[in-house]
């Protein structure tokens, strides 16, 4: 089996460390003896979306979502959409969940996003949206919680699209409707960083099958991995979140 990975922006878009989120997917495919390929995609790169199975973005500061925003979508924007609806798999996280919307509007200024999921982003006045965040899940079928950290100043309002999770602790979206994050179809945008997956290894093996499922055209059982520094990475973020 073969996992095909889409980094979008790597340089631009990893202002937390997220790239681990990428080591840690590389890592429980080669200990389950699974091929992982990852390709760079930057600004002016175009991509065939028949040729990836997961497509990942992370998150930026403010002036690199806005340097990104326009080449995303005049070079990236309709093989996203094919992505999607072809049923790859997308992570997207802080600044790269925001511009999963129709726009973020910062200082006044709507930025442009590709309009996969109905949400948006806006830079409201009051202090950022800072720490330890613990969200439950629906997933697969089951209630899980992923946990991990959160900075933002954009407060995001879902449309008609379904949220990630709701808080147990911490601010999620907007601190205020009590929802983290976006899921629809095989996508998923969230504010949980640092980095999200070496924390949430259940939420990674996801990924894997769905990109799995995408490439092969069936769903595998993935073999279990021994996890003992995974469920303690889980549970330090989780018991920072209860204490937060």
Not at 148 to 166: M, V
Request: charged share 25%.
């Amino acid at each position: 089996m073969k996992l095909r990975l889409l980094s979008l922006y790597p340089d631009q878009m990893n202002i937390y460390a997220d790239r681990g989120n990428i080591l840690f997917l590389q890592h429980r495919c080669e200990w389950r003896g699974i091929d992982f390929e990852v390709t760079r995609c930057g600004p002016g790169d175009r991509f065939d979306p028949e040729a990836f199975d997961l497509l990942y973005m992370g998150g930026g500061q403010d002036r690199d979502q806005k340097a990104v925003a326009g080449d995303l979508i005049e070079t990236k924007q309709q093989s996203m959409r094919i992505a999607k609806e072809s049923g790859a798999a997308i992570l997207a996280v802080c600044g790269g969940y925001q511009l999963l919307g129709e726009y973020y509007e910062l200082e006044g200024e709507a930025i442009a996003g590709l309009g996969l999921v109905d949400l948006r982003t806006v830079r409201e006045p009051g202090p950022r949206l800072i720490g330890p965040v613990a969200i439950k899940v629906d997933l697969d079928g089951r209630d899980r919680v992923l946990a991990g950290f959160e900075n933002h100043g954009g407060r995001t309002r879902l449309g008609a699209a379904t949220p990630l999770g709701k808080v147990m602790h911490g601010f999620g979206n907007n601190g205020e409707d009590g929802f983290e994050g976006v899921r629809e179809d095989n996508l998923i945008g969230t504010y949980l960083h640092g980095p999200l997956l070496p924390k949430n290894a259940w939420l990674a093996d996801h990924l894997i099958a769905t990109g799995l499922e995408h490439h092969h055209g069936e769903r595998p059982d993935l073999e279990p991995l021994e996890d003992s520094l995974e469920q303690a990475a889980h549970e330090a973020a989780l018991a920072a979140a209860r204490a937060g």
